[in-house]
């Protein structure tokens, strides 16, 4: 309980960046975390979180995963958290940088009361078996998910849902892919998404990255986002 990693510089990892398993409370906060891309390893996990509880935060990182295969920038399973104390996952750079099956910038597998908030994320690869930007399992109930950045200089698709948040919005995507998968559709645009009646306050945007990691934004349209 209350253990704290945080301010760290893990470059050159293989296969995890970060596990953390039974965590309660846990604060992960500003590490900077980036695979080895001179590794041929098959499947990168920048931050793999598992059984995370109470007032956890995530927040304040900045993760880079590239397997030659599959790539997840952060992978969320058996979150447990409540509208009092939601597991926090914020202000989080993640980019995926490589891969040509599975890839995704944030996956939730399983858990309940979470909020994501204020991430940017830079999905580079075109092409791939899956390759989404944020996807939440069946099992996995986001409370709120807003004010974040999703951005495909591929053609990554934008959000994939089995189960969707309670709030989604104010959110800024960009991709020549689909925009999102929810409900049993594909939805092929913003438009049609947001018809849908998701991410009705969000914009559609290139936020203009300063760099492949450094995802701070020169679109003046996210100012202060």
């Known amino acids: 309980t209350g253990n704290i990693i945080i301010q760290n510089n893990i470059e050159g990892y293989t296969y995890y960046g970060v596990y953390a398993y039974y965590q309660n409370d846990l604060t992960l906060s500003g590490n900077h975390v980036e695979f080895d891309s001179a590794s041929s390893y098959t499947t990168n996990y920048g931050l793999y979180m598992g059984y995370i509880t109470g007032a956890s935060q995530i927040t304040g990182n ?7 295969s599959s790539s997840y920038g952060i992978y969320l399973t058996s979150l447990t958290g409540d509208v009092s104390h939601p597991v926090l996952v914020a202000n989080n750079f993640v980019t995926i940088a490589r891969g040509t099956s599975t890839m995704y910038g944030i996956y939730g597998s399983s858990g309940t009361g979470i909020t994501i908030a204020h991430n940017s994320i830079h999905h580079m690869v075109t092409g791939g078996t899956t390759s989404r930007m944020f996807y939440t399992a ?4 986001a409370d709120t998910v807003v004010n974040n950045i999703l951005y495909a200089s591929g053609n990554a698709q934008g959000y994939y849902e089995l189960n969707n948040p309670a709030v989604l919005d104010r959110n800024a995507i960009y991709t020549t892919g689909t925009y999102g998968y929810a409900n049993s559709t594909t939805y092929a645009s913003m ?16 936020p203009q990255y300063t760099g492949w990691m450094n995802l701070h934004v020169a679109n003046q349209l996210l100012n202060g986002t």
């Open 191 to 206: 438009a049609a998404w947001q018809a849908a009646g998701f991410d009705v306050n969000s914009i559609n945007t290139d």
């Open 62 to 68: 900045n993760v880079a995963a590239g397997g030659t």
């Open 138 to 141: 069946s099992g996995f109930k």
